[in-house]
């Protein structure tokens, strides 16, 4: 059988169903604020998007929460990959300039969606709950992250690197377990010729000083 062969509708739809019973009675949110509502805001000069599953308040603190799905056993490798990437940081900036309030914390609900996720009498985990809270020197850092990546882009497309035929020279590709963390991975896994298309695509470049990263929810 192969990997997700047993990921049918009927098998998904009792994996959400339960979900739903899991955290019905356990939820302390009484105000949904947004539910999948793009968000674009300016950030140092930077036009940047993204879309939150929710935002939702608690004791007048604004939330972001969001939805993680895996056919992987739940536990450090994927909270690891949700603690370290750059999306709830980004959620809490575009946020926190929305509402005019600051916004620090981030919940991400893990679902394990794997062959066990349906059976009733599986031991395996299936349903975890991770919590974040971001300094201001955190959300700092996201920002100068986000200007690191939009000088790369700029510079790449000013100067056509992304088209040449020596891949090494097409995309700086650092390496390394950091490259796991990376929303704009997929453009070092392309073949260059493919990478402009991508770039026009996800990437959408406001020069000389935004970037619209759309690619910032993947």
């Not at 799905?69 to 926190?96: D, E």
């Not at 395996?124 to 850092?141: H, V």
């Not at 690197?161 to 950091?178: I, K, L, M």
């Amino acid at each position: 059988m192969g990997e997700l062969e047993f990921l049918t509708v009927g098998h998904l739809e009792t994996v959400l169903k339960n979900y739903a019973d899991h955290w019905e009675d356990r939820d302390p949110f009484a105000v949904v604020e947004m539910i999948e509502e793009p968000v674009v805001a300016e950030l140092d000069g930077m036009l940047v998007g993204g879309i939150p599953d929710l935002v939702v308040e608690e004791d007048g603190e604004l939330i972001v929460l969001d939805h993680k799905t895996t056919t992987s056993n739940l536990g450090a490798h994927l909270y690891n990959r949700v603690k370290f990437s750059k999306q709830f940081p980004i959620y809490c900036l575009l946020l926190s300039k929305k509402m005019g309030q600051p916004v620090r914390r981030g919940i991400c609900n893990a679902i394990y969606t794997g062959k066990y996720a349906a059976n009733p009498n599986s031991k395996a985990q299936k349903f975890d709950r991770y919590s974040f809270e971001y300094s201001k020197e955190e959300l700092e850092e996201t920002v100068a992250w986000l200007n690191m990546v939009r000088r790369m882009i700029i510079e790449h497309k000013r100067t056509q690197r992304y088209e040449t035929r020596v891949p090494e020279a097409a995309w700086p590709q650092h390496g390394g377990s950091h490259c796991g963390w990376c929303p704009f991975r997929i453009l070092c896994q392309l073949p260059p010729p493919l990478r402009p298309p991508m770039m026009e695509r996800s990437f959408v470049v406001r020069e000389p000083t935004g970037v619209l990263l759309s690619g910032a929810d993947q």
